[in-house]
């Protein structure tokens, strides 16, 4: 059941940077850790970073680590991923999940997601 709002992917230059953003229709995200999952043509879905609900945690997938940075406005209810220095290797459709409360790597344990979000990272 789509919940969230993913936005901000596009077609981006190798070094480049793109800021994604994850809001709910209906609900506020407060209360809810934010985690980003990315799946490339061909390739497992992978978890790519995660906000705790109280913004003093956060996870980095070894690959994105240094480049990209998650963040929360909880006065705009919004998550952010900060992606700098764009490959191709981090071409793929980036979903935003929910769940309650703190993170989790499986895409399986989140509550609410949406219909994603694409990047593209090309020449």
């Not at 992978?46 to 003093?56: K, L, M, N, P, Q």
């Not at 940075?69 to 952010?80: E, V």
Request: aromatic letters at 12%.
């Amino acid at each position: 059941q789509v919940q969230l709002v993913e936005s901000g992917g596009d077609l981006v230059q190798p070094g480049g940077s793109l800021r994604l953003s994850c809001a709910a229709s209906r609900f506020a995200l407060n209360n809810f850790a934010i985690g980003w999952f990315r799946q490339a043509p061909g390739k497992e879905r992978e978890a790519v970073s995660c906000i705790t609900s109280s913004g003093r945690s956060t996870y980095y997938a070894d690959s994105v680590k240094g480049r990209f940075t998650i963040s929360r406005d909880y006065t705009k209810s919004t998550a952010y991923l900060q992606m700098n220095s764009l490959n191709s290797e981090d071409t793929a459709v980036y979903h935003c999940a929910a769940r309650l409360y703190d993170c989790r790597t499986s895409f399986y344990d989140y509550a609410y997601t949406g219909q994603g979000t694409q990047v593209t990272v090309s020449s």
